[in-house]
């Protein structure tokens, strides 16, 4: 079993790096969000400890765009934060559990276990407005029986608006937060170009328009599109 650990405590990221190795897991640690990030991209983890407070990229965001991005693995939140907003917020943003500091190890362990049982057999569902859908796990969307072909940040795009509320507007700057990397520093322009892009593949041949631009505002999903 391969876990990483994104913690920019050392004591504790070297403890958790120690333990978890004397019971078997390979465990990778990264210091900051922007390289736990890079990594949860990049290997097939059963696992992730996540901190919620890290430089560079909280936890919060860290886990929005693993999700906005289709990546399903299980996530352990941890935070010295312990109050029923924070936790709503880190379950809500994609964590799978949540452990406030300090914590027993034993408790920390019993509850990676569970996590990795129940994530082994998990698929995240598969997203649809109307006939168009979006397979995270395939890492694939069509129309129908009509397949339809997006990049990997088209694709984060329309995951990270097909998986809010019927009609939740998403504003410019969070799509940027959960799809682009944490160093980006372009013009903000840019979520306007992806969305057209994406527009001209799942609407333009079907006569549909499912991305609904909202003035000053951003853009949503149209219920029943």
Known sequence: MRVLVIEDEERLACSLQRGLSAV??????????VTGLHLAREHPYNAVLLDLMLPGLSGYRVCARLRAEGNDVPVLMLTAKNGEQDEAEGLDTGADDYLAKPFSYVVLEARLRALIRRGGARHPAVLEC????????????????RAIGLTPKEFALLHSLLQRRPGEVVSKYDLLDEVWSADFTGDPNIVQVYVSAVRRKIDGPFGTETIETVRGAGYRVRPGA
């Open 24 to 33: 078997g897991y390979t465990v990778d640690l990264a210091r900051d969000g």
């Open 130 to 145: 109307g006939d168009l859908w979006l397979d995270p796990a395939r890492r694939s969307c069509g129309r129908g029986r």
